[in-house]
């Protein structure tokens, strides 16, 4: 009896998991007090609405800050673009492993996103824009978010890269 409980609740959880088609570009944001699902959700929306019906993004919050959460979302290479606090990006970014965004919008607009990755081992490859910064952009002032201190960045293991440049050209879209 006690197994054929636990082999139906089993079941439920995986049946649960499957909820709907996978979204194109899943976009994880921290920020460094957390982020409340109902601010993910309003992003989410806001951002499908100027895509149009592709790709389709899933946005994915934590309600608190955690290094361990932000060490295994990177690792499991799921997220096709990522939103964590400047001091991270630029920490992380000292180990390489970003993606260029210099074709998705001009760095001159962006100059807190421009780094200079400097792999070990490896020659500079220069400076080049990896981030955006989301306080200005259109996507925050739009929503009236404050995007101080937050920054969007594609890692290099992200799934799909082209589709995530398509959502980030989106997202680097300037207020006026």
């Known amino acids: 009896m006690r197994g054929k409980l636990l082999l139906g609740l089993l079941l439920i959880v995986m049946l649960a998991g499957c909820g709907g088609p996978k ?35 899933q946005v994915v919050t934590t309600p608190m800050f955690s290094m361990e959460k932000m060490v295994v979302e990177i690792a499991a290479g799921e997220n096709g ?64 978010l404050n995007g101080k201190d937050l920054v969007a960045f594609i890692p290099a293991n992200a799934p799909d890269k082209e589709k995530s440049k398509q959502v980030m050209k989106r997202i680097a879209e300037k207020s006026q």
């Open 23 to 57: 979204a194109d570009v899943t976009i994880f944001m921290m920020g460094p007090q957390g982020v409340p699902n109902e601010v993910g959700d309003k992003l989410q929306q806001a951002l499908q609405t100027k895509l149009g019906t592709a790709p389709t993004i």
């Open 81 to 144: 673009i990522l939103i964590l606090p400047m001091d991270q990006f630029k920490t992380l970014g000292n180990q390489g492993g970003y993606i260029a965004l210099d074709d998705v919008t001009r760095a001159d607009d962006y100059p807190d996103g421009v780094l200079e990755l400097k792999e070990e081992g490896k020659p500079s490859q220069g400076k080049h824009l990896y981030g955006i910064p989301l306080e200005k952009t259109k996507w925050f002032t739009d929503l009236k």
